[in-house]
Structures are given as C-alpha cells and as structure tokens.
C-alpha cells in the first residue's frame, strides 16, 4: 500500500468520524419531531453516500466529491426535516 493511499484512506475515516455527532443529532431529531420512516431512508443513503465516499477516497481524490456532496445534502435534508418538525409541535 502507497504512503499516498494510506494518507487518504486516514483522512477519509477522520473526515467520516468528524461528520458522525452531526448525522446522529439530526437523524435523532428528525425521527422524533418529523417522520421515523423518512429519516430512516435518509439515513440509510446517508450511509451509503458516506461508503461512496469512503471507496472514492481510496481510489482517488476526485472520486470521493459526488459521495462528499450527497451526504451533505441528506445532513441538510436532516436537518430541515427536523426543523419542520420542531415547528409543527410548537403551533399544533
């Protein structure tokens, strides 16, 4: 195994262990205040938007953005689910 690849495979499990409070923070609250089975689906592409970018990572650099920028979406998903949530509890 190259240095170079190594290099990457660390940086992409940190990048994945720095992203991981927020993923369960916004599923959590997404789940209890919205929809458990939307968040659930969202959480499982989540999941394998975070596998792509794992695999791409180890390939190359330029493969791991489309995984990188599908999981920040269903994070930003996530989070307007849970806000919408929020929301509807406080006027009902």
Request: hydrophobic share 50%; proline share 1%; charged share 15%.
């Amino acid at each position: 195994m190259e240095l170079l690849e190594l290099e990457r495979l660390f940086r992409a499990q940190q990048n994945c262990g720095e992203l991981y409070p927020e993923f369960i923070i916004t599923l959590w609250v997404a789940k209890w205040y919205f929809n458990h089975v939307d968040a659930t689906c969202l959480g499982l592409a989540y999941i394998y938007a975070r596998h792509k970018y794992f695999w791409g990572s180890a390939e190359a650099v330029e493969k791991r953005i489309t995984g990188f920028q599908l999981s920040l979406g269903i994070l930003a998903l996530l989070t307007v689910l849970g806000a919408l949530g929020i929301a509807s509890t406080f006027l009902a």
